[in-house]
């Protein structure tokens, strides 16, 4: 679990467009960089030597092959529409927010997305294993870096129709969510089918629902990821983001040449913005997260991130 948590946490730096100044040729081991000896690499530092490790990119492209061959299925279903995979896949920009040279989330351009999704689709259509990616699928996502390719399968964990289907795909996943969804609400087990869901989900937001249900609502949440305290007042507050509703002053952007040296393959064009977490969440700083981090030295961005959770969900829960 120790490696897990030192991994998921360089993740999130990584999707938080973690900053890196120092270009370093290492020649350490990760277990040595990982040991905290407070001197030895910084946090970014040890995200720029992470993010090249082979193992490290193999296992982000393993997600996307295993993500776009449950997505597929799912539009075999007819659950799922093939447009929707493709556009998951691409650059988020903020757009619908009047910044469309803002990115907010990393991701290929229109031609890599199709030529990826056609990739793994050539995979299914050989009856290639669901959990091991051919070489070719791997080469091409990740020529572009790991980034987009960490990028490219993000939006899956938030797709309601992705995690009902995941979750329809498993009947050890969907005893889970009944059983902790009658337990919470004190409801006869029987009477949560699919059918009474479906409604609820589909009035209610609720994929979060869902995913509350296989993670939060069971007793024995681990850590502070795994409860649901990301948002309470003491730890951080989500700024008002909706579209047309983001004050000027409100955008965090990204220092350009912070992202130079080891972010660079980051946004697919250079000379746009990078949208950082500070736009969407602030810390007080005399809140407790505050107060803790700095006792520890410690600086922060957006707080503990839901994305983490969400990554964790989609890894273990959803694709198994
Ligand atoms: C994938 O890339 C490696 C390294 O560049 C190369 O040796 C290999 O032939 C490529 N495989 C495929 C199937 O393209
Ligand atoms: C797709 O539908 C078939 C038949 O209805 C079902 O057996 C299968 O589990 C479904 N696949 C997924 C991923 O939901
Ligand atoms: C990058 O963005 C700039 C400014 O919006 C634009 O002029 C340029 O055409 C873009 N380049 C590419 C390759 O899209
Ligand atoms: C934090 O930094 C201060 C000032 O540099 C130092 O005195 C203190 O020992 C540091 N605390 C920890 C927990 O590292």
Known sequence: MAKLAVLASVLLLLLAGAHARHPLALSRSLEEVADPAADVLTEEQLACYVKQLPAVQEFACKVLYITLRRALDLVKNGTMQEETLLEHMQEERADSYG????????????????????????????????????????????STGF?????????????????????????????????????????????????????LIDTSKGQFALLDALNYLSDQPKSLYRHNVLNLGYIRTKLPAAPGQVPEDQWRLADPDALEICHSDLMLNQTDRLVMGSTWYSIDDTNFFAELLSKYNRTHLAGPSGSAVLLHTLFFDLLG
């Open 99 to 142: 910044h469309p040279d803002y990115v907010m989330k990393p991701g290929f351009d229109a031609d890599m997305a199709s030529a990826v999704l056609e990739e793994a689709k050539a995979a299914a259509a050989s009856g290639a294993p669901f959990d091991q990616p051919p070489e070719a699928f791997c080469n091409l996502s990740l």
């Open 147 to 199: 980034h987009r390719v960490m990028g490219a399968f993000y939006p899956f964990t938030v797709d309601a129709d992705f995690i009902e289907g995941s979750i329809r795909a498993s009947p050890a996943l969907e005893l889970k969510v009944f059983d902790h969804l009658a337990s919470a609400f004190n409801l006869n087990r029987e009477d949560v089918t699919w059918e009474q869901l479906d409604d």
